[in-house]
């Protein structure tokens, strides 16, 4: 879980390096660590999810792969009744755009334990949290400081709102209104599509405003940078 964890805050920082070299090792414990023979399976298919966001040509790519890959693993600890634990932290408190930004990686980092849990129903509700949270806080969300940031956070709030209606969302298709009846339920393969293309655009808005938002727990919870 250690070198997953790190894979998916690099990818949130845009730094496609340290997210392949995490992927390199995970490969590697898949391969040689042994599984119980109803899980083998399942281990294949990871080390080659991993395999494929380490030779991934870009950042796109490599946030599409890892998403894929926690949709496995959460196929895979299903299947067992294993999985990690998953220690929630409380929702972070504030109107300010700081606060607004945390409540966004608190979404995030629900939604990757909804895949690793292989829960639907826990996916939408964080889905729910992060359209919730606009990245402008209480300003007016055309009154951007970096061209081109107002459109990725929209593009951030339509894929959060997609998820927690319906759970899918591709492109150029109609998303209902809360409420509005849809065909089918949500599963957690649509959802790690999503999540993949949420991880995506984090790191295009974090590279355009030249941030690295510090993921540590403390930071995020409020403390002073």
């Not at 992927?23 to 109803?38: C, I, Y």
């Not at 950042?59 to 067992?80: P, T």
């Not at 949270?133 to 107002?150: F, I, K, N, Q």
């Amino acid at each position: 879980a250690a070198l997953s964890v790190v894979a998916r805050n690099a990818l949130i920082w845009g730094d496609l390096p340290v997210a392949q070299q995490a992927m390199r090792k995970l490969a590697f414990f898949m391969e040689h660590v042994p599984f119980p023979e109803q899980g083998k399976e399942y281990a294949r298919i990871t080390r080659e999810l991993a395999e494929q966001v380490r030779e991934a040509g870009d950042l796109e790519e490599a946030c599409m792969g890892f998403a894929r890959l926690s949709y496995a693993c959460g196929q895979c600890h299903h299947a067992l009744d294993r999985g990690p634990p998953i220690q929630l932290e409380p929702t972070p408190e504030g109107e300010d755009l700081r606060m607004h930004m945390r409540r966004h990686y608190w979404a995030v980092e629900r939604m990757w334990e909804a895949l690793l849990s292989d829960s639907p129903t826990d996916f939408q509700a964080a889905a729910g949290m992060l359209a919730e949270s606009p990245l402008h806080g209480p300003r007016a969300p055309d009154r951007e400081s970096h061209l081109g940031a107002t459109r990725l956070g929209y593009e951030v709030h339509d894929l959060a709102f997609a998820a927690a209606v319906e759970g899918k969302a591709q492109e150029d298709e109609y998303i209902p209104k809360p409420g509005e009846p849809i065909e089918g339920k949500p599963t957690t393969r649509g959802q790690a599509e999503i999540f993949g293309r949420l991880l995506s655009v984090c790191n295009q808005c974090h590279t355009l405003v030249d941030v690295r938002p510090d993921l540590t727990p403390t930071k995020r919870m409020g403390e002073t940078p």
